[in-house]
């Protein structure tokens, strides 16, 4: 299994609203990242969780709360975005360390955001 | 602080030709990974080749294969017989080995095929 998957696909949110990106891989690995992204853009980190644990927090704003559960999941957590926050979001993960780390970073499809 | 520059938004090629997309980095870094991701109209970033600093040899992967110039700090990707499924963004990125997680990537470049 190969695959990093997110939900939901599409998700548009009125600026008072609470909602969450959720994010999923059953790879074994132990970093898992959220990227924004607009279009035509290339990504931009926002959070980076290493052995669960929060590691990198790109000074993004607190109404994007972030949640690591357990190795496998990560959730974004959404409260009182503004219409400039609307872009893909896309979840990443990656092997840290062994062998097996090659550096790469596996993405999902990404959440489609629109926040009205 | 690492930089990595794609010199061309755009680029263009016939179905069947080869086409290179540039791609150029800043480190003071001697261990590094070099990636380029594609990224078709559907959404999903693909890994398409990686290259290990402390390779000499040029990474291949079936119709895609990179010239890694580590001096120069330059890494461009060569991509034969273009097939449509080919047209897409194409990242540059670039990650420090046994560092920081973070990538640190290009502003890509958008590759059309033309039939």
């Known amino acids: 299994d190969t695959e990093v998957t997110q939900t939901p696909k599409h998700l548009v949110m009125g600026m008072t609203n609470k909602k969450s990106l959720k994010c999923e891989q059953h790879?074994?690995?132990?970093?898992m990242y959220w990227y924004k992204q607009k279009a035509k853009k290339p990504p931009e980190l926002m959070f980076v969780?290493?052995?669960?644990?929060?590691?990198i927090n790109e000074s993004v704003p607190s109404r994007f709360s972030p949640e690591c559960p357990n190795s496998s999941l990560l959730n974004l957590h959404l409260h009182a975005l503004q219409p400039e926050d609307s872009a893909l979001y896309l979840c990443?993960?990656?092997?840290?360390?062994?062998?097996?780390?090659?550096?790469?970073?596996?993405f999902g499809e990404g959440s489609r955001l629109t926040v009205l | 602080a690492q930089t990595v520059t794609q010199s061309q938004p755009e680029m263009s090629v016939q179905e069947a030709e080869t086409v290179t997309l540039s791609c150029t980095y800043d480190t003071s870094e001697s261990d590094y990974y070099l990636f380029w991701y594609k990224q078709p109209p559907s959404r999903q970033m693909i890994l398409v080749i990686r290259q290990e600093a402390y390779k000499q040899q040029n990474a291949t992967e079936n119709r895609f294969s990179v010239n890694f110039q580590k001096a120069a700090k330059s890494f461009s990707l060569k991509i034969s017989d273009s097939q449509l499924g080919d047209a897409a963004m194409y990242f540059c990125a670039y990650g420090v080995q046994g560092g920081s997680e973070k990538l640190v990537f290009g502003k890509g470049t958008k590759l059309t095929v033309n039939p």
């Open positions: 969780y290493s052995y669960e644990k929060l590691s």
């Open positions: 990443a993960s990656s092997q840290r360390s062994g062998r097996a780390n090659t550096g790469e970073l596996f």
């Open positions: 790879m074994g690995h132990r970093a």
